[in-house]
Protein backbone atom coordinates (compact mmCIF):
# COMPACT_ATOMS: atom_id res chain seq x y z
CA UNK A 1 0.00 0.00 0.00
CA UNK A 2 0.89 3.99 -0.05
CA UNK A 3 1.57 6.24 2.75
CA UNK A 4 1.05 10.29 2.63
CA UNK A 5 3.03 11.85 4.85
CA UNK A 6 1.87 15.69 5.48
CA UNK A 7 4.54 18.41 7.20
CA UNK A 8 4.86 21.83 7.75
CA UNK A 9 1.74 22.55 10.21
CA UNK A 10 2.55 24.37 13.45
CA UNK A 11 1.32 27.90 15.14
CA UNK A 12 1.54 31.02 12.92
CA UNK A 13 0.12 34.41 14.18
CA UNK A 14 -3.04 36.25 11.69
CA UNK A 15 -1.14 37.71 8.59
CA UNK A 16 1.90 35.02 8.85
CA UNK A 17 2.43 31.88 5.85
CA UNK A 18 3.08 28.17 6.40
CA UNK A 19 3.87 25.75 4.16
CA UNK A 20 2.38 22.14 4.05
CA UNK A 21 4.02 19.48 1.75
CA UNK A 22 2.18 15.67 1.27
CA UNK A 23 4.83 12.93 0.06
CA UNK A 24 3.75 9.68 -0.89
CA UNK A 25 6.13 6.76 0.16
CA UNK A 26 5.64 5.08 -3.43
CA UNK A 27 5.44 5.89 -7.03
CA UNK A 28 1.98 5.68 -8.41
CA UNK A 29 0.98 4.53 -12.08
CA UNK A 30 -0.83 7.25 -12.37
CA UNK A 31 -2.18 9.93 -9.76
CA UNK A 32 -5.72 11.70 -11.73
CA UNK A 33 -5.54 15.20 -8.91
CA UNK A 34 -4.27 16.02 -5.58
CA UNK A 35 -5.98 17.65 -2.96
CA UNK A 36 -5.94 19.66 0.56
CA UNK A 37 -8.84 19.32 2.47
CA UNK A 38 -9.32 20.24 6.45
CA UNK A 39 -11.38 19.90 9.51
CA UNK A 40 -12.25 21.53 13.08
CA UNK A 41 -13.32 18.68 15.37
CA UNK A 42 -17.06 18.77 15.63
CA UNK A 43 -17.49 19.93 12.07
CA UNK A 44 -17.19 18.03 8.72
CA UNK A 45 -14.09 17.65 6.52
CA UNK A 46 -14.25 20.40 3.96
CA UNK A 47 -12.67 20.88 0.76
CA UNK A 48 -9.52 23.25 0.28
CA UNK A 49 -8.07 23.12 -2.73
CA UNK A 50 -7.56 20.62 -5.97
CA UNK A 51 -5.39 20.69 -8.63
CA UNK A 52 -5.31 17.73 -11.76
CA UNK A 53 -3.01 16.02 -13.93
CA UNK A 54 -3.84 18.54 -16.32
CA UNK A 55 -2.79 21.25 -14.01
CA UNK A 56 -5.65 22.76 -13.53
CA UNK A 57 -6.47 24.01 -9.99
CA UNK A 58 -10.13 24.71 -8.07
CA UNK A 59 -9.88 26.55 -4.72
CA UNK A 60 -12.71 26.81 -1.73
CA UNK A 61 -14.04 30.34 -1.97
CA UNK A 62 -12.81 30.91 2.20
CA UNK A 63 -9.20 30.73 0.18
CA UNK A 64 -9.00 31.88 -3.09
CA UNK A 65 -6.41 34.62 -3.36
CA UNK A 66 -4.40 33.14 -0.51
CA UNK A 67 -3.40 29.65 -1.10
CA UNK A 68 -1.80 28.31 -4.03
CA UNK A 69 -1.54 24.11 -4.05
CA UNK A 70 1.20 22.87 -6.25
CA UNK A 71 1.82 19.14 -7.20
CA UNK A 72 3.83 16.78 -9.19
CA UNK A 73 2.58 13.12 -9.73
CA UNK A 74 6.24 12.05 -10.64
CA UNK A 75 7.54 12.94 -7.41
CA UNK A 76 3.65 12.38 -5.77
CA UNK A 77 4.57 15.01 -3.78
CA UNK A 78 1.88 18.12 -3.12
CA UNK A 79 2.38 21.12 -1.92
CA UNK A 80 -0.06 23.83 -0.10
CA UNK A 81 0.97 27.45 0.34
CA UNK A 82 -0.70 29.15 2.59
CA UNK A 83 -0.71 32.93 2.66
CA UNK A 84 -2.69 36.02 5.00
CA UNK A 85 -3.78 33.42 6.99
CA UNK A 86 -6.78 33.74 9.75
CA UNK A 87 -8.11 32.20 12.74
CA UNK A 88 -11.00 30.53 11.03
CA UNK A 89 -8.05 29.03 8.71
CA UNK A 90 -7.12 26.97 11.96
CA UNK A 91 -7.62 22.87 11.29
CA UNK A 92 -5.89 19.67 10.37
CA UNK A 93 -5.26 19.50 6.90
CA UNK A 94 -5.61 16.43 5.34
CA UNK A 95 -3.52 15.60 1.44
CA UNK A 96 -5.37 13.28 -0.62
CA UNK A 97 -4.49 11.88 -3.63
CA UNK A 98 -6.95 10.37 -6.57
CA UNK A 99 -5.17 8.07 -8.59
CA UNK A 100 -4.37 4.68 -9.65
CA UNK A 101 -1.41 3.04 -7.39
CA UNK A 102 -0.74 -0.06 -9.64
CA UNK A 103 -1.95 -1.07 -13.24
CA UNK A 104 -4.13 -3.64 -11.61
CA UNK A 105 -5.92 -1.52 -8.79
CA UNK A 106 -8.80 0.91 -9.29
CA UNK A 107 -8.60 4.70 -8.92
CA UNK A 108 -9.12 5.05 -4.99
CA UNK A 109 -8.69 7.64 -2.53
CA UNK A 110 -5.35 7.62 -0.99
CA UNK A 111 -5.34 9.86 2.77
CA UNK A 112 -2.65 11.24 5.24
CA UNK A 113 -3.11 11.41 8.69
CA UNK A 114 -2.84 15.27 9.14
CA UNK A 115 -1.17 18.19 9.99
CA UNK A 116 -2.03 20.90 12.79
CA UNK A 117 -2.31 24.71 11.38
CA UNK A 118 -3.17 26.73 14.40
CA UNK A 119 -3.22 30.69 13.63
CA UNK A 120 -3.91 32.70 16.96
CA UNK A 121 -2.45 35.62 18.29
Known amino acids: QVQLVESGGGLVHPGGSLRLSCEAS????????MAWYRQVPGKQREFVAS???????DYADSVKGRFTISGDSVLVTSILQMNSLKPEDTAVYYC???????????????WGTGTLVNVSS
Open 96 to 110: NFDGWLTELLGRTNY
Open 26 to 33: RAFFSVYA
Open 51 to 57: INDFGDT
